[in-house]
């Protein structure tokens, strides 16, 4: 806080995103009840991955990747396979919804298996998560009848 002739300011060196929020200036005297005025505070800053979480799945069953990031602005996701951007098609869906990204396979073969990375990225920066879908092997029975 500094004070200058009929002026006070609030100066916030080196902010923190945790400082992000609502603060409030009260001015009063003894001639008239105190004013207020409110002024939100919203801290930018580029995107963390704050969870990635591989899976397995086998095949012909359903399989699900999910990738998490903290950002302000909100940040926008793509998926990779190799150095291929994945797009929603051919039984892949994304569900990206403000900060987490879901990819979704419908039907997994043998060719979905492997390493994906999930990129996320604002206006301040990019990050990116290595992600891996593995092949679950599903127990078998033996056959009562051999």
């Given at each position: 806080?500094?004070?200058?002739?009929?002026?006070?300011?609030?100066?916030?060196?080196?902010?923190?995103?945790?400082?992000?929020?609502?603060?409030?200036?009260?001015?009063?005297?003894?001639?008239?009840?105190?004013?207020?005025?409110?002024?939100?505070?919203?801290?930018?800053?580029?995107?963390?991955?704050?969870?990635?979480k591989s899976n397995e799945a086998a095949t012909g069953r359903q399989a699900l990747?999910?990738?998490e990031a903290s950002a302000v602005p909100t940040p926008d996701f793509e998926w990779?396979?190799?150095?291929?951007?994945?797009?929603?098609?051919?039984?892949?869906?994304?569900?990206?919804?403000?900060?987490?990204?879901?990819?979704?396979?419908?039907?997994?073969?043998?060719?979905?298996?492997?390493?994906?990375?999930?990129?996320?990225?604002?206006?301040?920066?990019?990050?990116?998560?290595?992600?891996?879908?593995?092949?679950?092997?599903?127990?078998?029975?033996?056959?009562?009848?051999?």
């Amino acid at each position: 806080r500094e004070f200058e002739g009929e002026e006070e300011y609030l100066d916030i060196q080196g902010i923190t995103r945790e400082q992000s929020g609502k603060y409030e200036c009260k001015a009063a005297n003894e001639v008239a009840s105190a004013d207020v005025k409110q002024v939100r505070v919203t801290v930018n800053y580029p995107p963390t991955i704050t969870e990635s979480k591989s899976n397995e799945a086998a095949t012909g069953r359903q399989a699900l990747l999910r990738c998490e990031a903290s950002a302000v602005p909100t940040p926008d996701f793509e998926w990779y396979r190799d150095d291929t951007r994945i797009n929603s098609a051919n039984g892949l869906e994304i569900k990206s919804t403000g900060s987490q990204s879901l990819l979704m396979v419908a039907n997994v073969t043998e060719e979905h298996y492997g390493n994906y990375t999930c990129v996320a990225t604002n206006k301040l920066g990019v990050t990116n998560a290595s992600l891996y879908l593995y092949k679950r092997v599903l127990p078998t029975l033996p056959n009562p009848f051999p």
